[in-house]
């Protein structure tokens, strides 16, 4: 079930790109591969956005284009919303294959890679500003004595933690913990899952280095 509050935070985002949909002149995006079309006479926002909140911009959108909302001169607002991968919603505004009004990939730095790019092109970023609509953790995940052995319980545990123990060639032993041997650390590929190439950027960085170069060289690998 959809809350109102996010109902409301999809429509400001929404609501504030219409003065700058109206004053475009190009023609809309051709309808293809099935992706529904706005009716005569509407205003069709184009929003492209990272596949894995399809289920959830489904139901917003819905919500959004039952609600007869129109612009102050009497059009009708139609949002086609198009999922994508994070990082082709982003290459599409870049490249121009696309003339869309709206983007939401699954994570900021995907923004702030376009900006990057854009500005070494053009000289100014692809996006001004940005406004979270939802925030999903990347959390560590391990056996409950071993957390416990980290010291989870008495102290916060964080990725400082998991990198120190990873580095350390006595492994759990330096721990007391000399049956678990080595530690070992799993994660999905960077270049396949989004929370991976963060994970591991939050993971091996060090103070004063870049997240945007980490994070080019994790999606790129």
Request: glycine content about 10%; proline content about 5%; charged content about 20%.
């Amino acid at each position: 079930m959809v809350s109102r509050k996010m109902i409301r935070c999809f429509y400001i985002l929404l609501l504030a790109m219409l003065l700058l949909a109206a004053c475009k002149s190009e023609p809309n995006p051709t309808s293809k591969n099935g992706e529904q079309s706005a009716p005569p006479g509407s205003l069709e926002l184009v929003f492209t956005y990272g596949s894995e909140k399809e289920a959830w911009i489904k139901d917003l959108t819905t919500t959004f284009n039952g609600g007869g909302h129109r612009t102050g001169s009497g059009k009708k607002i139609f949002v086609k919303a198009v999922p994508m991968g994070s990082g082709e919603t982003v290459d599409e505004v870049l490249s121009g294959r696309r003339q869309t009004h709206l983007i939401s990939p699954a994570s900021a730095a995907f923004i702030k890679l376009g900006n990057a790019q854009s500005r070494t092109q053009t000289g100014k970023d692809l996006v001004a500003s940005t406004d979270t609509l939802v925030l999903s953790p990347v959390v560590i995940a391990m056996w409950k004595p071993m957390a416990e052995a980290l010291g989870w319980g008495k102290k916060p545990i964080g990725w400082s933690d998991i990198l120190a123990l990873a580095r350390n060639q006595q492994g759990w032993s330096s721990f007391g913990r000399q049956q678990w041997g080595s530690f070992k650390f799993d994660q999905r590929r960077a270049h396949i899952s989004r929370a991976s190439s963060r994970q591991l950027c939050i993971t091996v960085l060090r103070p004063g280095s870049s997240i945007r170069r980490c994070l080019r060289t994790a999606l790129n690998t």
